[in-house]
């Protein structure tokens, strides 16, 4: 998209300049010749040898795109700054029999992360226990106050998972009642880095690893092959206890990576990739339990962790006990994991009922007289008594409304303080924004990293944020342009078959740095349609030779796409994501529709 200049009408792809949810669709670019040598080279499809191009992988780099290994895309633990000093921190303590605390974050990241250092250690014969703040009461992240609990169990070191690079005070507090720290983290973080024992960040200011588009699931995994080669070194493993192999884990890995939202390339592509295929073999009893109480079905795909699992296990820090999703993970007793995952379910359900209220609030606070500035850059949204377990998710829902950076904060007026939760737009860093903001003297608290990013602030201080914000970011969100609809290949309903979706599942798994592939339709006529409960609709998408494809529009009864989708008339330019229908042993497909437009009006 960035290789793209000029205006829209320009490039727009079958001429939609502007679709029916407002925006441009243009072809994805790809350099030709970097896709005629992935036909040629690889014996791809002309359509996926595109597609591949067009996602920035150059030939000699499609083999590991296509298949990637561990073994090619491994970096060396020892670039990253401060993980041997980490790892023998760890492995002392072990030798020692030190009492050792993990501290994650509440989110999946945190419990993914922690199950991982506790399984490690479990299997060299040490129970690590965890602690974990409290949403409500504690905030995000080590506090002086949680430390000092921890010290009282008399725990002498404590490894946070997931935070801990912003920890400034609480940190220089453990130091006084004589507790160590190794902060294990991925957030963006200053230039002088907290006073802990080991500071181990590929986010982290001169940190030579490269590997800063990893969560901290990632950084905790490359942490475990530290640790093998540090008491492998010492000789700690043997017939009884041998070495253990950190790809059993794989599938907290890839949770971790995916629910926070990471850039799927490189290194965190394999991980994710070869996460996954782990977690198909349901493993782990707390995922198992969870996928059953959750009625998913298939191999474990982007979708099932992101939608399925991941909601679930966030649900217990967002509105019920923070540490039941590091419980669930960590546990191999099958019975105590389905009675957390059926807990977290059941939080699951409460959660989604808070949330759908406050977005309902907060799109009418938005949409009251002139709260909302269509051309500003960025939305500050505040209401009193927003549950702060639920505004990140209602920023997420919101940006998808608005189509820009959305920072949703709930005010609580008796300790007057807001708690917010901002998620951003592709291009724009969020985070850093936050950060400065922070550095500004704006927030009590805040950072985070490109994509999300929380904070804490006197509700004074809000309008203030939000011009902060505005100015901020106005550069970026020029810079990134107008949101469009990216195309990667015209089809008709009978060209979008089964076929084409498995062949497209190469690139597989989708997200952030690797979006799912969008196939456009053009002259194709809705037929059947029926609108759901929900607010979705469903319906056939006829083309000019009567070929039918099913289709559904997600949550978008009440929008012009939708509207126009019910009412059936007219030939339409349809542009969506293909999906397996399964159903009664369909072996089909379906399009989940994205966008659409009306040739008379483009």
């Known amino acids: 998209m960035a290789d793209r200049r000029g205006p829209v009408e320009d490039d727009a792809f079958l001429g939609v300049s502007r679709s029916l949810s407002g925006r441009a669709w243009r072809e994805r670019p790809a350099d030709p010749a970097v896709a005629r040598s992935h036909q040629q080279v690889h014996g791809l499809s002309e359509p996926l040898a595109r597609a591949l191009a067009a996602r920035g992988v150059d030939v000699d780099g499609a083999g590991d795109f296509l298949r990637p290994t561990l073994r090619a895309l491994f970096p060396d633990p020892s670039l990253f700054m401060d993980m041997d000093r980490a790892a023998e921190i760890l492995i002392d303590a072990l030798e020692a029999g030190r009492p050792t605390m993990v501290f994650a974050d509440y989110d999946v990241d945190g419990a993914t992360s922690a199950a991982q250092l506790v399984r490690w250690f479990r299997h060299m014969g040490v129970e690590l226990p965890i602690y974990i703040p409290d949403r409500l009461t504690e905030g995000y992240g080590p506090s002086p106050a949680a430390f000092k609990t921890i010290r009282e169990t008399g725990a002498e070191l404590v490894v946070t998972l997931d935070c801990g690079a912003a920890a400034y005070d609480a940190i220089a507090s453990a130091a006084t009642i004589g507790l160590e720290v190794v902060v294990i983290d991925h957030h963006l973080m200053r230039e002088d880095p907290p006073a802990a024992a080991a500071v181990v960040n590929p986010n982290r200011p001169g940190c030579q690893s490269g590997q800063g588009v990893l969560a901290a699931a990632g950084v905790t995994f490359v942490l475990l092959a530290a640790l093998n080669r540090e008491a492998r070194k010492r000789g700690l493993f043997s017939e009884e206890r041998p070495q253990p192999d950190p790809r059993q884990w794989l599938d907290l890995v890839a949770m971790g990576e995916v629910c926070d939202v990471t850039q799927l390339v490189g ?324 399009l989940e529709i994205e966008d659409a437009a009306d040739p008379r009006a483009v």
Request: proline share 6%.
């Open 267 to 590: 290194f965190n592509r394999a991980l994710t990739t070869l996460g996954l295929r782990t977690m198909s073999s349901w493993g782990n009893p707390g995922l198992k339990a969870l996928f059953e109480v959750g009625k998913g079905s298939g191999p474990a795909s982007v979708f099932h962790a992101g939608f399925i699992l991941g909601p679930r296990i966030n649900a217990g820090g967002r509105i019920g006990r923070s540490d039941l999703g590091a419980r669930l993970l960590s546990t191999d007793d099958p019975e105590e994991a389905r009675m957390l995952a059926e807990e977290l379910d059941a939080l699951n359900t409460e959660r989604k009922a808070v949330e759908a209220s406050v977005v309902e609030e907060a799109a009418a606070v938005l949409e009251r007289g002139s709260n909302f500035n269509p051309d500003a850059p960025v939305i500050v949204v505040a209401g009193e008594g927003w549950h702060p377990g639920v505004i990140g998710i209602v920023a997420g829902r919101l940006r998808e409304r608005y189509r820009k950076p959305v920072v949703v904060i709930g005010i609580d007026r008796a300790a007057n303080v807001g708690k917010g939760s901002g998620r951003s737009q592709p291009g724009v860093n969020l985070g850093a924004a936050i950060q400065a903001a922070f550095e500004q003297g704006l927030l009590m608290s805040g950072g985070g990293h490109a994509m999300a990013a929380g904070l804490s602030i006197r509700p004074d201080s809000i309008p203030e944020l939000r011009a902060f914000l505005e100015a901020r970011l106005a550069g970026e969100m020029e810079a990134v342009g107008p949101e469009a609809v990216e195309i990667d290949a015209l089809v008709q309903p009978r060209g979008a078959d089964r076929a084409l979706y498995e062949d497209f599942q190469r690139l597989a798994p989708f997200g952030p740095g690797n979006p799912e592939p969008m196939f456009a339709l053009t002259g194709v006529r809705a037929d059947r349609v029926m609108a759901l409960k929900g607010g979705h609709v469903k319906l056939d998408l006829v083309g000019p030779t009567g070929e039918r494809l099913k289709a559904i529009s997600w949550r978008s009864a009440e929008t012009d796409l939708g509207r126009r989708l019910l009412s059936g008339g007219g030939v339409l330019h349809v542009a969506g994501k293909l999906k397996p229908d399964d159903y009664n042993g369909r072996n089909g497909v379906q």
